[in-house]
Structures are given as structure tokens and as C-alpha cells.
């Protein structure tokens, strides 16, 4: 067992491309269910289009990258606005269902074969990335501390993404201080209650949901830099589960939620998979019991008994407030 | 009742005596890089066909001929791009590529994977498909969209019922349908049983399994005041530890039956169907005719449709609403548990063959209107149609969206569902 490797991998995943990936998500969500109640099941699906856009952009259609950026954040309003007509009137469970169903319609379709000359099919899209590597003011080499180091084109990445994560925590936090942020509160605690004041219920619900969604996409590109490719599979329902996870770990209605909640989770996942991975490959776990393509597996177990524990005992996470949590609505 | 539950759930069970059935498909298997696939012309498997491999543009890599199960196999050194071409002069005669400009795809495949490659046969070869016209396919697909809207009905009808007693919206109800299928192909090929008693013994499982969740998690969960949308996140955690405790001891194959595998399929007319199909479809109408009955006749039926209704009310003219919510557990566990074992003959067993098809369940029931059990029956049917009937206008791959988006409108239009009754649902 090499304890060094483990502390440092987990450190690495904890400050990593998936942790900044899953903070963007997960602010996402925060500001949809967290803030607004709205439970949407679907932020892969806003993952994807951004990076899809981006990556249809410039390597399907030859565009410039940031107008690519750009087709990305508008599919994703696109996406929200599409979802929220039909289903924002609709009770949570009702929500809940579609948006999953709105992922699942997006990853089949573009992992369709017939439309491969676009989207790539199941092999996705490579080689979008060189516009943004070009501007890459870090050169050839291994940045960090210690034994945590990322190369040049992760340290970039991460780079953006942080601030991204920053800039995303303080519009967060800037509007739920403004009024249309107590607007989203209310409508969260009783919706009757905010319409009879005369407000539109329906449309802060979408703008809720665009925001939400918005910040999603930004996940996507983070996603799509990170990797240099995109892949219907990637955006799989288990990442929106995932997301909701680090929202309620860290705390729904936090601003620092889920970031906090983004690196536990992180810390944690790589932690448990380093040592399970190290346990086996040592012989302390006989390969009877579990063996390496299992440890995969024990993974997404892990975050299941988590997601269920905490809701069961702990529903307001590390930060939260538990009359702040939306969950008793019918 | 207790024993009213157990005993219709071994009546259940006991209905699966009739079955028999399974289609061909392929299987994954273990190791390095590999391109491989299936051969079946007409759902018969075609032995002896030469394929050879090439990286694309350069040097062949290997060869390999189909075994009488139709399966071959080609190790690659790496990933990356190869070229696979079908010796279309090894095919039996009259049987033929159904697409000629097909005999060599170019495929990637990724380090560490095994790449699934697909080559369309059939008797006849192009012609065949030429000589069919799209309309001359409508038969058929119905016929194959009702048989799946059955099975759905059948996971959809617990579904249903589950969420009309205790309001749950449960994402963990497609892990049932899997189980099902894992139990009997567990005591189908591990333990060596006929498929027959191996089905019967899975479906008790099944049915044990919602008994055990009901009694003592969700029941446990309602008793501490736990909320609804509070439950169905539980429900979702419990989803992904099931599947994965599935996948960490079944791993991720795709497997068959080792029973009723390969069937010679029978003409009826513009239809054609395998005998085992048959014998499942009568499974599915009897245990849906059977259900229904008992909620209309029995006094067993009448008060889950008080509780479902309303639970004080049915508490307060003497129901013991906890038991009602148990059986209808049990039972509605119990099928969707011979819903997965039917889908498995048809399609293969995996580990996540239940959550593949908990949206199309989902669809089903708010089509039909959530919490009735009659409206899940026609909105399955309808899912179950519109999938098979949408590949007449839209990709094979893509057959599951037709159904999802009419899912999407219904809920625009008439969000209470067909059969739901008109209240405000937002």
C-alpha cells in the first residue's frame, strides 16, 4: 500500500477536473432545487448541450471556438426554456421524470448513428479544443505543491474552471441577496403564497431554470476541455445523481455548498477507490472477493448509501439549514 | 393476508410453467481489445462465415469464422481504427447482406474495450427488404409493440399501484424488473434448474424482496414522517446501490437463458413470432387479467383502491392501510419481476436491463394517469406501440425517444393522463 499515491491522488481528484465539473453542476442545481425547489433531474442534459455546441461548433461546422462557447449557452437557454413549458406548472414528481426523460432523448439522439456526420455517434467529438489551448499562458511542464501536480493543459483548465466556480458563487450569492432572490425563496416555501403578491410564479420559475441550466452548460465545456473529446455516454442520469449528492452534502440553499460538497465528495470517491484499488493489487483483498473491474462498481455503491443516508438523517448536509430543504412538498 | 400475498405470489410464479422462448444476441466477453459479433439471418444463428479484420488502410490483423451459435471473434492488438469485412462466399446459400455496400465497416474501437460489430443478414439478402415495403412492416410491429407494451404493463402496473398507496415515486422499481431476470438466471445457469422452476423460484425472490423493502425501509421511512420527494431521492440512492450490488456480482455481460434460446420463429399471416413469445404474452395478459379482477372483486382489491383513493379515509372505515400497502409491495414486486425475466428472453439478461426501461415504464404510467392501475395498463400499451411504430419513421437506435416525447406532450396537454381523473396536479 502506497499511502503517498493514495493521499496524493485523492488530493489531486479533490482540487481536480471532476471536482470543478461537478461544483459548476452542482451550483446548477442548488440554484434550481437549493434555492427555488425545482427538481430538475436533468442537468446532464444541460451538460451536454453545452458541450456538444461547443464541440458541434468548431469541429463539425469549422466555427470560431468562442462562438461555439456561445451556441453552447444558447442551447442550453434553448433546452430550459423547451423543458419548463410543459412541466414547470406540474407537481416536483412530475418534474422529476421529464427532465430525466429530456437527458435520456438527447443522449440517444446523438449517439445515433444515422446522424454521425454531426454529432460523431458513439465515438462523440474530438479536436474542438485548440483555440482555447493556444492561449495557454502556462508552459510545457508539471505545476503544484509536492507530490500534487497537474501538467500545463489540466493546470489551464483548472485554471479557468476555478474562476468560473468563483464567478458563479458570487452571482449566486448577489442575486439570492436581491429581491428576485427572495422572489425564488418564497416560491420554494409556498408558491400560493408568492402568487397572491402578484407574481408571475411561472416565469421566476424559468428563469430559475435557464440560470440552472446556464451554469450547467458551463460544466460541459469544462468537461469538454478537460477530456479534448465528447461522448454521449459521459452524460449519463448517474452524473445528475451524482451532482444532486455533492448539493445535499454540502448543503441545498449554500452558496459555498456545493463546492464544499464538490471536494468531500471527490476526496472521498478517489480515497475509497485508491485504497480498494492498492488493497488488491497488494493481496490484501483476494481477487475472489473483488478484483479491480469491481471497484468501479463499489464506487457508485458508495454514493448511493450516501445519497440515501443523508436524505434519511441529515437532509440539510455540512451547511445547510433543514427549514430550507424543499422536501416534504407532495 | 400475509399468506394471501405469498400465495399469489407463487401463483404468479407458478403461471411461468407455461413459458418458454428467447432470441439470440450477443454477449461481451472479457479480456483485451476484440472486435466481435453475432450472425443471425431470420433469428437463426449462421455457422461457418469468414470475417477478416484489418487496420484501416494497412496490414490484416486476423481472422475468424462463426461458430454454430453465429458468434465470432477477432483479438486486435490495440485500439484504434479497423477495417471488418464479411466473405459474403462463405454465407449460406440464399442468405445475403440485406445492405451489399455494408460487406466492410470501418469501426473504432477504444484500449481496453470489446467493439460490438453488427453485420444486417438475411435470407434472401437486399432483396429481401427491397420486396418489403415500409407499410408491409405495420403487422408485425404492432404486433411486437403490443407484446412489449405488456411487459411494460406489467412493471408499470406495480409502479402504479406502489405510487397510488404511499404516494412514492420509486426509481428503485426498475432494479425489481432486473432482479427477476438475475434470479432466474441464476438458478437457471449457475444452479442448472430449468428455466421454468428457476423463473418461478426469481419471481418469489422478487416478490420477497418488495415484502422485505416495504417492511422494513419504506414502512419504516412513512412511520418517521419521512417527505414524498425526500423518499423518491432515497428511492433513487437505492436505485444505484441495487444496480451496482447487481453489477458487482453478475458483472457487465450481457448473458442468455441457457432454456428456449433459439426458436424457429411461426407465420401468422404478415406475423411472425417464436412459440416462446406466445406462451409469454399469455403469461402477461393472464397475471394483468388476473390483477385487475382482484382490485374490481375481491375485498382485498377494493380496499387498495380505497387506499389508494385516500388513505385516512380507508384508515378510518376500519383498512389496515399498512398491510394493503405490503401486499400491494409483494405483489407489485412479484410482477415486475416476471416482467424482467420476459424481457430478458427476449433481449438478454444484464444488470441494467431494469433501468433502461424504468422511463419507458414511467411514461407508461403517467399516460395512462399516475396512481391508476387500468390507466397503466393503456398508456404502457400505448408506449409499448409507439416504440415499435416510431422505427417506421425514425432510427431503429432512436426507437425510445418517440415514446419519451409523447410522454413530454401528453404532460402539455392532458397532464392528469388518459385515464387520470381531471384534479390540479401542479
Request: avoid cysteine; proline fraction near 3%.
Given at each position: 500500500m502506497n499511502w503517498d499515491t493514495i493521499f496524493s491522488v485523492s488530493v489531486e481528484s479533490a482540487i481536480g477536473t471532476s471536482a470543478v465539473i461537478y461544483t459548476l453542476a452542482a451550483i446548477g442545481i442548488n440554484v434550481q432545487f437549493g434555492y427555488t425547489g425545482l427538481l430538475n433531474f436533468g442537468q446532464a442534459a444541460f451538460m451536454a448541450v453545452g458541450a456538444y455546441g461547443l464541440a458541434i461548433g468548431v469541429a463539425t461546422w469549422g466555427l470560431n471556438f468562442w462562438l461555439s462557447v456561445g451556441i453552447g449557452l444558447a442551447a442550453a437557454v434553448a433546452l430550459a426554456l423547451i423543458l419548463g413549458v410543459p412541466t414547470l406548472r406540474l407537481r416536483a414528481d412530475y418534474l422529476a421524470i421529464v427532465t430525466i426523460a429530456a437527458a435520456e432523448i438527447f443522449r440517444i439522439t446523438v449517439r445515433t448513428s444515422n446522424y454521425r456526420d454531426v454529432t460523431g455517434g458513439t465515438d462523440g467529438l474530438q479536436q474542438f479544443s485548440g483555440a482555447f489551448f493556444d492561449i495557454n499562458p502556462y508552459g510545457r511542464g508539471e505545476y503544484g505543491i509536492g507530490p500534487v501536480s497537474f501538467d500545463e493543459r489540466t493546470t489551464w483548465v483548472l485554471t479557468i474552471g476555478w474562476i468560473l466556480v468563483a464567478l458563479c458563487c458570487l452571482v449566486v450569492y448577489l442575486l439570492m441577496r436581491s429581491p428576485w432572490g427572495r422572489v425564488l425563496k418564497a416560491i420554494r416555501e409556498d408558491e400560493d403564497a408568492v402568487r397572491s403578491l402578484g407574481k408571475n410564479v411561472f416565469s421566476y420559475k424559468m428563469q430559475s431554470l435557464v440560470l440552472g441550466g446556464v451554469i450547467g452548460a458551463l460544466a460541459g465545456f469544462i468537461f469538454a476541455l478537460s477530456t479534448g473529446s465528447v461522448t454521449p455516454d459521459s452524460y449519463a442520469p448517474e452524473v445528475t445523481f451524482?451532482?444532486?449528492?455533492?448539493?445535499?452534502?454540502?448543503?441545498?440553499?449554500?452558496?459555498?455548498?456545493?463546492?464544499?460538497?464538490?471536494?468531500?465528495?471527490?476526496?472521498?470517491?478517489?480515497?475509497?477507490d485508491q485504497v480498494l484499488r492498492q488493497a488488491i493489487s497488494a493481496g490484501y483483498i483476494p481477487n475472489s472477493v473483488m478484483d479491480t473491474t469491481q471497484v468501479g462498481a463499489v464506487r457508485f455503491i458508495l454514493v448511493g448509501l450516501g445519497l440515501m443516508l443523508l436524505i434519511i438523517f441529515r437532509p440539510q448536509g455540512i451547511f445547510g439549514d433543514k427549514r430550507e430543504i424543499a422536501l416534504d412538498a407532495r | 393476508m400475509r399468506k394471501a400475498a405469498i400465495a399469489l405470489t407463487a401463483f404468479l410464479g407458478g403461471l411461468l410453467i407455461v413459458l418458454g422462448l428467447g432470441a439470440g444476441s450477443a454477449s461481451a466477453q472479457e479480456g483485451g481489445e476484440a472486435v466481435q459479433g453475432t450472425l443471425v439471418s431470420a433469428g437463426q444463428p449462421v455457422a461457418g462465415v469468414k470475417i477478416d479484420v484489418k487496420v484501416e488502410g494497412g496490414v490484416a490483423v486476423g481472422n475468424a469464422v462463426s461458430d454454430d451459435k453465429g458468434k465470432w471473434r477477432v483479438d486486435v492488438p490495440s485500439g484504434g481504427r479497423y477495417e471488418i469485412s464479411l466473405d459474403t462466399a462463405t454465407l449460406p446459400e440464399g442468405v445475403g447482406l440485406i445492405n451489399p455496400d455494408q460487406q466492410t465497416l470501418r469501426v473504432q474501437v477504444f484500449s481496453g474495450n470489446v467493439r460490438t460489430v453488427l453485420f444486417r443478414i438475411a435470407p434472401g439478402g437486399a432483396a429481401s427488404e427491397k420486396s418489403e415495403s415500409k407499410w408491409d412492416r405495420v403487422p408485425q410491429l404492432i404486433f411486437d409493440g403490443i407484446n412489449f407494451g405488456l411487459i411494460i404493463a406489467l412493471a408499470a402496473l406495480g409502479l402504479s399501484l406502489i405510487y397510488g398507496t404511499t404516494g412514492l415515486t420509486n426509481f428503485a422499481h426498475g432494479e425489481l424488473v432486473t432482479l427477476g431476470a438475475l434470479g432466474a438466471y441464476y438458478f437457471n445457469v449457475t444452479v442448472g434448474l430449468n428455466l421454468i422452476p428457476a423463473a418461478i423460484l426469481a419471481v418469489v425472490v422478487a416478490g420477497a424482496l418488495g415484502y422485505t423493502q416495504d417492511r422494513f425501509?419504506?414502512?419504516?421511512?412513512?412511520?418517521?414522517?419521512?417527505?414524498?420527494?425526500?423518499?423518491?431521492?432515497?428511492?433513487?440512492?437505492?436505485?444505484?446501490?441495487?444496480?451496482?450490488?447487481?453489477?458487482?456480482?453478475?458483472?457487465?455481460?450481457?448473458?442468455?437463458?441457457?432454456?428456449?434460446?433459439?426458436?424457429?420463429?411461426?407465420?401468422?399471416?404478415?406475423?411472425?413470432?417464436?412459440?416462446?413469445?406466445?406462451?409469454?404474452?399469455?403469461?402477461?395478459?393472464?397475471?394483468?387479467?388476473?390483477?385487475?379482477?382482484?382490485?374490481?372483486?375481491?375485498?382485498?382489491?377494493?380496499?387498495?383502491?380505497?387506499?389508494?383513493?385516500?388513505?385516512?379515509?380507508?384508515?378510518?372505515?376500519?383498512?389496515?392501510?399498512?398491510?394493503?400497502i405490503r401486499i400491494v409491495w409483494t405483489v407489485g414486486a412479484a410482477i415486475a419481476g416476471v416482467a424482467g425475466i420476459l424481457l430478458a428472453m427476449q433481449q438478454s439478461v444484464n444488470y441494467q436491463m431494469g433501468f433502461q426501461i424504468l422511463l419507458l415504464v414511467f411514461a407508461g404510467v403517467i399516460l395512462g394517469g399516475l396512481?391508476?392501475?387500468?390507466?397503466?395498463?393503456?398508456?404502457?400499451?400505448?408506449?409499448?406501440?409507439?416504440?415499435?411504430?416510431?422505427?417506421?419513421?425514425?432510427?431503429?437506435?432512436?426507437?425510445?425517444?418517440?415514446?419519451?416525447?409523447?410522454?413530454?406532450?401528453?404532460?402539455?396537454?392532458?397532464?392528469?393522463?388518459?385515464?387520470?381523473?381531471?384534479?390540479?396536479?401542479?
Open positions: 451524482f451532482a444532486y449528492t455533492i448539493v445535499i452534502l454540502g448543503g441545498a440553499a449554500r452558496v459555498l455548498g456545493p463546492v464544499v460538497g464538490a471536494v468531500i465528495f471527490w476526496l472521498f470517491i478517489q480515497f475509497s | 425501509f419504506w414502512g419504516w421511512l412513512r412511520r418517521r414522517g419521512t417527505g414524498l420527494i425526500a423518499m423518491m431521492i432515497v428511492s433513487i440512492g437505492l436505485a444505484l446501490v441495487l444496480r451496482n450490488l447487481y453489477l458487482y456480482f453478475f458483472r457487465g455481460q450481457s448473458r442468455q437463458y441457457s432454456d428456449y434460446t433459439i426458436q424457429a420463429g411461426l407465420d401468422f399471416g404478415p406475423v411472425n413470432v417464436t412459440p416462446a413469445t406466445l406462451f409469454g404474452m399469455a403469461i402477461e395478459i393472464v397475471i394483468i387479467a388476473a390483477v385487475g379482477i382482484a382490485l374490481l372483486r375481491t375485498r382485498l382489491g377494493k380496499a387498495t383502491r380505497a387506499v389508494a383513493d385516500n388513505p385516512s379515509l380507508a384508515a378510518s372505515s376500519g383498512i389496515d392501510v399498512e398491510r394493503v396512481g391508476t392501475a387500468f390507466g397503466a395498463l393503456v398508456g404502457s400499451l400505448i408506449v409499448g406501440l409507439m416504440i415499435q411504430l416510431s422505427t417506421l419513421f425514425i432510427p431503429e437506435e432512436m426507437k425510445n425517444v418517440g415514446a419519451l416525447l409523447v410522454l413530454i406532450v401528453v404532460l402539455l396537454i392532458r397532464p392528469q393522463g388518459i385515464l387520470g381523473r381531471a384534479e390540479r396536479v401542479g
